[in-house]
C-alpha cells in the first residue's frame, strides 16, 4: 500500500531545510510513481539552500534512482517493480537544435526547479514515464544514482574535444569535477590534473588516478603571448569560481579549449590577447550530450569504474541533508553524498 502523504525534505528560505508531512504524488496517465531509492546532493542544490538561488517551499533533488511503485493508465514502458534512474526532460524534438542533435538547448526547455517539480529528496516522486531509464545488469540503484552528475561529465569531456594522448587539466575536484578525472582516465586519457584547494578532495582525485595540485600552483604568464611550460590542450572548470576560470585559461596550449561546466555568480576577467594569440576556445557546457545518459549508465556499469571511490561510504536521511549541504559547501566532504529517503527509519523516525 502506497501511504496518502509522506516525508519529504523542504527547502523554507533563509538556508533551512525542514522534513516535512507531505502528500504522496498523485500519477497522471502518462507517469509513474518511484519509491526514491537514493538521490545524489549537487553543486546546484547547494547554492539553492546556502546562496538562495531557489524559492522558498521546494523540494529539491534530480540526481535520483528509484523503484517503480505505480503506474499511469497510458504507461506502456514500465511496470511496478522496475529499477530506474531519472533522465533527461522530454524535448520538442523540432526546434533547430532538436534538429541538429542538441536537445539540451531546446527552445522549448525549462528550468528544473519550475513550476509545481517536486524533486526526489523525498519518500516518493512522480515522473513522466518518458523522463526514466532502465538500469544495465550489475548496477545498484545507489550506484545509478551517479547516473546524472556522469552525465554532466562526460558532456564537459564532449565539449572539450578530448583527443588520446592530450594533457588535461580540471579546476575543482568536487563531484563533478572528480567524474570528470574518472570518466577521462576510463577513456584511457591518463595525463589529467585536478586543482583543488581541499586536501580531502584532492586525496581522492589522486585515487582515481590523477595528478594533484594545489590552486596556487597554476600562475599564467605574464605576457599574452607566452605559454607556461606544460600546457594543456583542454581544460574543464568544475569549480564555478572566476578566479579558476581564469587560471585555466592561463594554462593552455595554442589553440587550447576552456569548457565552463561550474556555474558561479562573480564573473572571471578574461585577457583578449591571451584569447587572440593562441586562438583558444571557451565554451560553456549545459547539462547532457544526446544519449549521454545511456553512455553514463554503461561507464557505471563497466566492473573497472570506481563508483565506490566517488560516493560517501555512508548514505544520508532527509532529516541529515541540512548538515551535508554545509558540511559539501565547505569542502569537507569529497565525494558525493548520497540521500536515501525510506532506508533511514533510525534518523527519520
Ligand atoms: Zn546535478
Ligand atoms: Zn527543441
Known amino acids: 500500500m502506497i501511504p496518502e502523504r509522506m516525508k519529504a525534505a523542504v527547502y523554507k528560505g533563509n538556508q533551512t531545510i525542514e522534513v516535512e508531512d507531505y502528500p504522496t504524488p498523485v500519477v497522471g496517465p502518462g507517469d509513474v510513481l518511484l519509491e526514491v531509492s537514493h538521490c545524489g546532493v549537487c553543486g546546484s542544490d547547494i547554492h539553492f539552500v546556502l546562496e538562495g538561488w531557489s524559492p522558498p517551499n521546494k523540494v529539491h533533488g534530480h540526481e535520483f534512482s528509484g523503484t517503480v511503485v505505480k503506474v499511469g493508465d497510458a504507461v506502456t514502458a514500465w511496470k511496478i517493480g ?95 569535477g572528480a567524474l570528470s578525472a574518472a570518466a577521462l582516465i576510463h577513456r584511457g586519457i591518463t595525463d589529467v590534473v585536478v586543482s583543488e584547494p581541499s586536501s580531502v578532495r584532492r586525496a581522492l582525485c589522486e585515487r582515481l588516478g590523477a595528478t594533484v595540485v594545489e590552486p596556487g600552483e597554476l600562475t599564467t604568464p605574464s605576457m599574452p603571448d607566452q605559454i607556461v611550460p606544460e600546457p594543456f590542450h583542454a581544460a574543464l572548470e568544475c569549480s564555478g569560481h572566476a578566479l579558476a576560470m581564469e587560471q585555466c585559461l592561463g594554462q593552455l596550449a595554442r589553440t587550447g579549449r576552456l569548457v565552463l561546466v561550474g556555474a558561479g555568480i562573480k564573473p572571471p576577467r578574461f585577457d583578449p590577447n591571451r584569447i ?3 586562438e583558444l576556445v571557451i565554451t560553456g557546457a549545459f547539462c547532457y550530450d544526446a544519449g549521454g545518459f545511456e553512455r553514463a549508465l554503461e561507464m557505471l556499469a563497466a566492473p573497472d569504474f570506481p563508483t565506490d571511490v566517488l560516493i560517501e561510504p555512508v548514505d544520508v536521511g532527509l532529516h541529515e541533508l541540512r548538515d551535508a549541504i554545509g558540511r559539501l559547501g565547505a569542502g569537507e566532504v569529497p565525494a558525493k553524498v548520497m540521500v536515501a529517503p525510506t532506508q533511514k527509519v533510525r534518523n527519520d523516525g
Open 276 to 278: 587572440i594569440l593562441n
Open 82 to 176: 522496475d529499477a530506474v534512474v531519472g533522465g533527461p526532460t522530454v524535448r520538442c524534438g523540432e526546434c533547430e537544435y532538436c534538429r541538429a542533435g542538441r536537445p539540451n538547448l531546446c527552445s522549448g526547455r525549462g528550468a528544473v526547479s519550475g513550476g509545481d517539480w517536486q524533486g526526489a529528496f523525498a519518500d516518493y516522486m512522480r515522473v513522466p514515464e518518458a523522463e526514466l531509464l532502465r538500469l544495465p545488469d550489475g548496477l545498484t540503484l545507489r550506484e545509478a544514482a551517479l547516473t546524472e552528475p556522469l552525465t554532466v561529465a562526460l558532456h564537459g569531456i564532449t565539449l572539450a574535444k578530448v583527443a588520446p594522448g592530450e594533457r588535461v587539466l580540471i579546476t575543482g575536484g568536487g563531484p563533478i
